[in-house]
């Protein structure tokens, strides 16, 4: 990690918040804790325990790894259904092989997002290649969960690949952090990732002892979790490091700096960024489900028990 990188960040555009602008203090750090998914491969639950009004529209966020699979081990999960929101899987290392019960679906690689609008439902499935299970190796990912607005959620269903290279990379003033903008935009600059719900999500990796300082719409929530490494969040130097999530308050900038000393495995300090304008709609979750209603979750059940959210392929029985 990461796959998408550049050998002279000095030659991509460089984004800074106006010196004027309000600094975004830290309101929480949250240690996610680690379980394990689908079929068994470790995650941690990077949202865990935090009020939910500070991460609309965002539902959850699952680190998958990092892991170093043996030959056999690597795991995925069984067919199972979604409706009412989006998932936005991310791969930095690994391969995930995804498919749904309306055709949909493909395989993403080191640095390509999957962004999956469930809508009004699907089965999906995701596992890794026969390679991979052959021959073990390394695996990491997030998924990201983007909540539709009341308006959205029986829209139908619909994929975007993004590919590593489609990503559009930035740098800092000073040239010390790249960032990988996969959604919404930063400075005047747009990610590739087309959402209804007004969003940006980026990964930055920050060089040991670099600091990086962003503009951030006002009306966008604000929110920072760390992949790898060690660092501060806000202008305050809040410490936080990989497993940690950061929740910002108010203003118009944010700030995260790299520790000096960084871990052996990983020289930068690697985070996700993520903000997004708030739905403000009642959020009802019950597994695979975000409705706005208790009747709607009860609906979506029904619905999926009956087959009306599609069955699997004949080809997987």
């Known amino acids: ?39 068994g491969f470790p995650v941690r639950r990077a949202f865990a325990g935090i009020n939910y009004k500070y991460l609309d529209p965002f539902i959850m966020m699952d680190q998958m790894g990092e892991v170093e699979y043996a030959p056999g081990e690597p795991k995925g999960t069984p067919w199972h259904p979604h409706r009412g929101f989006e998932t936005v899987t991310y791969i930095m290392d690994g391969t995930f092989i995804h498919r749904d019960s309306h055709g949909g679906g493909g395989t993403i690689n080191d640095g390509d997002t999957q962004w999956m609008t469930a809508g009004s439902g699907l089965l999906h499935i995701e596992t890794p290649p026969e390679s991979l299970v052959m021959s073990g190796g390394l695996f990491h990912g997030l998924q990201l969960w983007v909540n539709l607005p009341k308006s959205d959620k029986m829209m139908a269903p619909r994929y975007q690949d993004i590919g590593g290279g489609q990503v559009k990379l930035l740098t800092s003033a000073d040239g010390g952090a790249l960032l990988r903008l996969i959604a919404g935009d930063i400075d005047g600059h747009a990610g590739p990732g087309i959402t209804h719900t007004p969003i940006t999500m980026m990964h930055v990796s920050i060089n040991p002892g670099a600091e990086l300082t962003l503009p951030w719409r006002s009306d966008f929530n604000a929110l920072a979790y760390g992949l790898a490494g060690r660092g501060t969040a ?36 690697e985070v996700v960024l993520l903000g997004g304008r708030p739905i403000r709609e009642p959020m009802m979750h019950y597994g695979p489900f975000v409705m706005n209603t208790h009747a709607e979750l009860a609906q979506a059940f029904d619905d999926f028990q009956a087959g009306r959210l599609g069955t699997v392929p004949a080809d997987e029985h």
């Open 1 to 39: 990690m990461p796959a998408v990188t550049v050998e002279n960040p000095l030659t991509l555009p460089r984004v800074a918040a106006p010196a004027a602008a309000e600094q975004r203090p830290v309101l929480h750090v949250a240690t996610a804790p680690s379980g394990f998914e689908g079929e």
């Open 234 to 269: 806000g202008a305050e130097g809040r410490p936080f490091r990989m497993g940690q999530a950061v929740v910002f308050g108010n203003g118009d900038a944010l700030t995260i700096k790299a520790d000096e000393s960084q871990e052996s495995r990983s020289p930068n300090f």
